[in-house]
């Protein structure tokens, strides 16, 4: 892509000389009128000075044109410009140059806030001044075909130059607007970024449990549900555990809840470091935990339950253990969702009673296995 800033205006609007050649037909300008306005090129110059200060002495007068224009440098800055302005309508040559600089003025005009009715205003209070000027004789003006054809050549030119300044204008709107749009567009793009991560966001915070940050009881079921309508499709086996923690109320009641909080979050901690990617841990509530386990049979769930104890052994549990109860569905059968927590939870309270006989871990399942760690 092209910088802009190594174009001319008149190439970047894709002006060509043939362009130019075809607006100056639209205006019917022609050699004639060229000839007529370089006539006065003399009687203009000599009063040059003389049409800049009465055509600015009329301007600032004007609040709102003079709160343009702002201070006396930009003054005597505009006075330039315009004798230059003047002087070229007059010298003969309406080229590529001519049109690149009246665009220019175009752009200049509408950076320094000219509105198109300050342009407009302008631009007949200017013919009107060197009207004046380029007729030879102000008494018989009406009556004279030269001076005539003058006027008419000065006005088809300003009409000329002024569809180019409004080019620009227009331009220079498209652009902004261009921009605006982009600047939209990339506005909304990031507002729906940031849209759809509050919305993960709270829909994490709202499928989490708060303290152990594993997922809460509403998650658990919505993706037990899901698990084993797929399951159910695949023919594939689905394991349930449900455990929760012997001696946890002793602690909690004989050394506070921050301290049964910290065991909690502790069983979490282990939890995370032994299921797999596309297992879910779940709090189910107090000091129950769940864990569903897709692709699984029996004994592999198992072998997680074990894995589960080893880690959580190694770490300072204040001699509380688990009570597991693992139930499984499928593949050839499958069980409703309730039935299958139901299943899990009755298993799980045979090990919270043998635990209670004998002290430490226990695992039940329901192919009748015990395993006592």
């Known amino acids: 892509?092209?910088?802009?800033?190594?174009?001319?205006?008149?190439?970047?609007?894709?002006?060509?000389?043939?362009?130019?050649?075809?607006?100056?037909?639209?205006?019917?300008?022609?050699?004639?009128?060229?000839?007529?306005?370089?006539?006065?090129?003399?009687?203009?110059?000599?009063?040059?000075?003389?049409?800049?200060?009465?055509?600015?002495?009329?301007?600032?007068?004007?609040?709102?044109?003079?709160?343009?224009?702002?201070?006396?440098?930009?003054?005597?800055?505009?006075?330039?410009?315009m004798r230059r302005y003047i002087v070229e309508l007059f010298e003969g040559y309406y080229d590529a140059e001519y049109v690149n600089k009246r665009l220019r003025v175009g752009k200049i005009h509408k950076r320094i806030g000219v509105t198109p009715k300050l342009y407009m205003s302008a631009i007949r209070l200017l013919q009107s001044i060197l009207t004046r000027y380029v007729e030879r004789d102000s008494a018989q003006k009406h009556a004279c075909s030269a001076c005539q054809d003058q006027r008419l050549a000065l006005q088809k030119l300003i009409l000329f130059d002024t569809q180019l300044v409004f080019d620009t204008y227009i331009g220079s709107l498209m652009s902004e607007l261009e921009s605006a749009k982009s600047d939209v567009e990339d506005y909304a793009t990031s507002l729906e970024e940031k849209v759809a991560l509050r919305t993960r966001q709270l829909s994490e915070l709202s499928s989490r449990d708060p303290l152990t940050g594993l997922y809460n009881q509403r998650t658990f079921y919505e993706s037990l549900r899901r698990e084993l309508a797929v399951a159910e499709r695949g023919q594939h086996p689905v394991s349930l555990v449900y455990f929760d923690l012997n001696g946890f109320k002793k602690v909690n009641d004989s050394e506070g809840h921050k301290t049964g909080d910290a065991l909690l979050e502790l069983v979490a901690a282990t939890l995370r470091e032994v299921v797999r990617e596309g297992d879910w841990a779940c709090r189910y509530g107090g000091d129950e935990f769940c864990i569903i386990l897709p692709r699984t049979r029996t004994a592999e769930a198992r072998g997680l339950c074990q894995r589960l104890i080893e880690r959580f052994d190694g770490k300072p549990t204040r001699n509380v253990t688990f009570s597991l109860g693992i139930a499984e569905t499928g593949p050839a059968t499958f069980i409703d969702m309730n039935q299958l927590v139901r299943n899990a939870d009755a298993l799980m309270y045979v090990a919270k009673a043998e635990s209670k006989i004998n002290p430490g871990h226990h695992i039940r399942t329901d192919s009748a296995e015990q395993d006592a760690a």
């Open 1 to 81: 892509m092209v910088n802009i800033t190594n174009q001319t205006l008149l190439e970047q609007m894709h002006i060509t000389d043939r362009e130019i050649e075809m607006r100056k037909r639209l205006f019917d300008f022609t050699d004639k009128d060229v000839a007529h306005l370089v006539a006065c090129k003399e009687r203009v110059a000599e009063n040059l000075d003389a049409i800049v200060d009465e055509f600015y002495a009329i301007q600032v007068s004007h609040p709102e044109v003079a709160l343009v224009i702002g201070d006396a440098e930009t003054l005597n800055r505009l006075k330039a410009s």
